[in-house]
T-cell receptor
Framework: GAVVSQHPSRVICKSGTSVKIECRSLDFQATTMFWYRQFPKQSLMLMATSNEGSKATYEQGVEKDKFLINHASLTLSTLTVTSAHPEDSSFYIC???????????FGPGTRLTVT | GESVGLHLPTLSVQEGDNSIINCAYSNSASDYFIWYKQESGKGPQFIIDIRSNMDKRQGQRVTVLLNKTVKHLSLQIAATQPGDSAVYFCAEIPGTYKYIFGTGTRLKVLA
């Protein structure tokens, strides 16, 4: 079946630095991808919709200048956490829709720790 | 038994027993629902789905029940195994692709 990968799987960075997380669809094209954030023991919260060739759509309360999204190709979306702070530490998960109307494939997630 | 922790309720079940995980959804316009399993440090894994024109769907060892009257979804796992231990999320889809995840339930299988 279709696979979505994320890189890196884990990253530790210092406060004030920026971190880039990649999301790739490995054997299918995705004009749309989604970025979620998950705090420990909590559910997935949609952050933004990444659109190939156009601007991302952010959910209410998500700072677009803080979480930069670039969907430069049909198989790659990147999320950059700028000027990271400890409160940005979280599990970030991306997903991409399948050919069906509703189903998505989820990536394995990226654990970000900001020290 | 079932307990509510700080954020994630936990359901503890003896190995071999059946598990029932419940979910309340919010949007009566949602026409597609999915149950996901998430193991620690991993992304969600698809288990089973159901459309709003159905009230029951069965898979291998799993059954999803949908009650649209009370906006309730349940996942039944038969003969629960240690490998079933994980966090389970329901997701409702009110529009194309946009998922709304439930709060999740941690399933602990006791040997």
């Amino acid at each position: 079946g279709a696979v979505v990968s994320q890189h890196p799987s884990r990253v530790i960075c210092k406060s004030g630095t920026s971190v880039k997380i990649e999301c790739r669809s490995l054997d299918f094209q995705a004009t749309t991808m989604f970025w979620y954030r998950q705090f420990p023991k909590q559910s997935l919260m949609l952050m933004a919709t990444s659109n190939e060739g156009s601007k991302a759509t952010y959910e209410q309360g998500v700072e677009k200048d803080k979480f930069l999204i670039n969907h430069a190709s049909l198989t790659l979306s990147t999320l950059t956490v700028t000027s990271a702070h400890p409160e940005d530490s979280s599990f970030y998960i991306c997903s991409a829709p399948t050919a069906s109307d509703y189903e998505q494939y989820f990536g394995p997630g990226t654990r970000l720790t900001v020290t | 038994g079932e307990s509510v922790g700080l954020h994630l309720p936990t359901l503890s079940v003896q190995e071999g027993d059946n598990s029932i995980i419940n979910c309340a959804y919010s949007n009566s316009a949602s026409d597609y629902f999915i149950w996901y399993k998430q193991e620690s440090g991993k992304g969600p894994q698809f288990i089973i789905d159901i459309r709003s024109n159905m009230d029951k769907r069965q898979g291998q060892r799993v059954t999803v029940l949908l009650n649209k009257t009370v906006k309730h979804l349940s996942l039944q796992i038969a003969a629960t195994q240690p490998g079933d231990s994980a966090v389970y999320f329901c997701a409702e889809i009110p529009g194309t692709y946009k998922y709304i995840f439930g709060t999740g339930t941690r399933l602990k299988v006791l040997a």
